[in-house]
T-cell receptor, first 107, second 113 residues
């Protein structure tokens, strides 16, 4: 099955800093989503981005499907950005999740 | 529009008991998937239902089962609970399936003692 690797596993940032999270996947996909899991466990959908670039406020994402990776950019980080960020992919199969990147933003 | 709801939110059971969890998807969404999240294994797919039919099943023992009703609401059941079943159970929905945006509910946190 599809393998998903996320890096880095942990990231600590000072408030206001920028960061880039990476997701590598092993096969072609027709669905790639980025999620933020809040401290209560809710998975919040950030982007549906099987290819191309999208932006939503301070967050943006780029997927290069031909090279099998996706990047999530967080600019001007805030303490509320803390949590775990998951990349999940699907290729006509159920979603396969990476292990996540745990982000801690400190004031 | 209303989001995905899951009930109950928290549950404590003892080994050997059974449990039923419920998921109500966003109106119009006919695909419902279930995932188990544990610290050791991460997020793992359990099964997907579409129009009352199981369309995909993950690698879990037969103690884990599910069903979907005509209004797209879904239930999952775990029989003969084991300590290792302690987890956050999440359901996700979409209009047609896992190839499109998945919307997750808040989850049910199950503790097996």
């Amino acid at each position: 099955g599809i393998q998903v690797e996320q890096s880095p596993p942990d990231l600590i940032l000072q408030e206001g800093a920028n960061s880039t999270l990476r997701c590598n996947f092993s096969d072609s996909v027709n669905n790639l989503q980025w999620f933020h899991q809040n401290p209560w466990g809710q998975l919040i959908n950030l982007f549906y981005i099987p290819s191309g670039t999208k932006q939503n406020g301070r967050l943006s994402a780029t997927t290069v499907a031909t090279e099998r990776y996706s990047l999530l950019y967080i600019s001007s980080s805030q303490t509320t950005d803390s949590g775990v960020y998951f990349c999940a992919v699907s290729g006509n199969t159920p979603l396969v999740f990476g292990k996540g990147t745990r982000l801690s933003v400190i004031a | 529009k209303a989001g995905v709801t899951q009930t109950p939110r928290y549950l404590i059971k003892t080994r050997g008991q059974q449990v039923t969890l419920s998921c109500s998807p966003i109106s119009g969404h006919r695909s419902v998937s279930w995932y188990q999240q544990t610290p050791g294994q991460g997020l793992q797919f359990l099964f997907e239902y579409f129009s009352e039919t199981q369309r995909n099943k993950g690698n879990f023992p037969g103690r884990f089962s599910g069903r979907q009703f005509s209004n797209s609401r879904s239930e999952m059941n775990v029989s003969t609970l084991e300590l290792g079943d302690s987890a956050l159970y999440l359901c996700a929905c979409s209009y047609r399936g896992t190839g499109e945006t998945q919307y997750f509910g808040p989850g049910t946190r199950l503790l097996v003692l």
